[in-house]
């Protein structure tokens, strides 16, 4: 059983039990968190896909932490010239564990 869900313009195909980063929000570990956004529902050979979400489809998770993602270096500089700019970036990220799947 899987369902795609859509969180922060981005769609993930989640099962139970599985681990994913998403997007930082203000949550402390052990908050639940719903999705109602599913895009497209699967179970035991039945697929039901949602015009825009599927009726009465609903995901929860966990979440686990909050983490930081890889560091990303910035360069700018201009040919010729002594201007040289370099900027270091890390993204926060939310762990959350998917604990169920529900459809109403």
């Known amino acids: 059983m899987y369902a795609i869900i859509q969180d922060g313009g981005r769609q993930y195909k989640v099962e139970e039990g599985l681990e994913l980063d998403l997007d930082y929000r203000e949550a402390s570990a052990g908050d639940e968190i719903v999705f109602d956004a599913v895009v497209a529902w699967?179970?035991?050979?039945?697929?039901?896909?949602?015009?825009?979400?599927?009726?009465?489809?609903?995901?929860?998770?966990?979440?686990?932490?909050?983490?930081?993602?890889?560091?990303?270096?910035?360069?700018?500089f201009r040919r010729?010239?002594?201007?040289?700019?370099?900027?270091?970036?890390?993204?926060?990220?939310?762990?959350?564990?998917?604990?169920?799947?529900?459809?109403?």
């Open 42 to 76: 699967s179970a035991d050979g039945d697929i039901r896909i949602g015009t825009p979400n599927v009726p009465g489809a609903k995901v929860t998770g966990e979440v686990v932490s909050v983490t930081q993602g890889p560091k990303l270096v910035v360069q700018k």
């Open 80 to 104: 010729r010239k002594t201007t040289r700019r370099k900027n270091g970036h890390r993204q926060m990220h939310t762990r959350v564990k998917i604990s169920k799947l529900s459809l109403a």
